[in-house]
């Protein structure tokens, strides 16, 4: 099945690496999907960081993208502008968060003004305070929509630790205001969409892999491309439709030498 397909986009976090570390096998075997020929894309539900910033990351450890990665951020601005024009928008999360929403044109409303805010904006928030928290929900409480880069409740370390993910945040502004987020990054289509344009290719043509059910395969089958699940430790063999425990697996089915 894999020898078969064009393309593969490619999940970042837990799947083709571990924080600052590639998964093992993984350089070998995107350098040798790439000498055969295979188109190439990463997509990340990083809530801290653009597509240049991402590229960066990979060519530190020693991978070469052929396209720029694909995060929520290239496009969260424009889904707030789209569904709610401009808006005025509470930020709580990275500062690269904040830019893609100011660049977008939308204003930014401070916390202790935070009844302005006609939108909620949550990302992975390093600099979490109980204030920050308390004024996102009652902003949401009040009618602000929630928009978030994604709903991971986890962010895969080195080791098998990890951080509390982009989800665990906004879990407790959306309990606390009683209502339920709009999530732009994965499972939802756009990301999967934009990264079959740049590659060129059709959603049956091209494999989604990553290491997530809920994100990277459902998003992948709901846009009806093959789906690749990374799972060192095992996982049911219908968790997805080809469940690989390591990089050279994949390669092997791929039909390429890694």
């Not at 009844?115 to 390093?126: K, L, W, Y």
């Not at 709903?151 to 370390?157: A, C, N």
């Not at 091209?206 to 095992?234: H, I, K, N």
């Not at 994949?250 to 390429?256: D, E, F, H, K, S």
């Amino acid at each position: 099945m894999l020898d078969a397909l064009r393309g593969f986009v490619f999940d970042l976090d837990g799947c083709v690496w571990q924080g600052e570390r590639l998964n093992p096998g993984a350089a070998e075997t995107l350098a040798a999907l790439h000498r055969a020929g295979r188109g190439i894309a990463y997509l990340t539900n990083n809530s801290r960081a653009r597509g240049a910033d991402v590229g960066a990351k990979l060519r530190r450890l020693g991978v070469t993208p052929s396209e720029p990665a694909l995060t929520p951020l290239e496009i969260l601005g424009d889904v707030v502008r789209e569904r709610w024009s401009r808006s005025r928008v509470l930020v709580m999360g990275a500062p690269e968060l904040a830019a893609v929403v100011r660049e977008a044109g939308h204003a930014l409303v401070d916390v202790k003004a935070w009844r302005e805010a006609t939108v909620v904006a949550v990302g992975n928030d390093f600099d979490l305070t109980y204030e920050r928290l308390t004024v996102a929900a009652r902003a949401a409480a009040a009618g602000a929509p929630v928009v978030t880069p994604n709903v991971d409740p986890r962010l895969p370390l080195e080791d098998g630790d990890f951080l509390p993910g982009c989800g665990a945040i906004v879990a407790a502004v959306c309990v606390a205001a009683g209502v339920q987020p709009i999530v732009v990054g994965k499972p939802e289509p756009p990301l999967f969409r934009m990264a079959l344009a740049r590659l060129g290719l059709r959603p049956h043509e091209t494999a989604m892999v990553g290491d997530s059910v809920t994100s990277d395969v459902a998003g992948g089958r709901a846009v009806g491309m093959p789906t690749v699940l990374y799972a060192p430790e095992g996982a049911p063999p219908d968790a997805a439709d080809v469940v690989v425990r390591s990089f050279a697996e994949l390669a092997r089915l791929a039909g390429v030498a890694a």
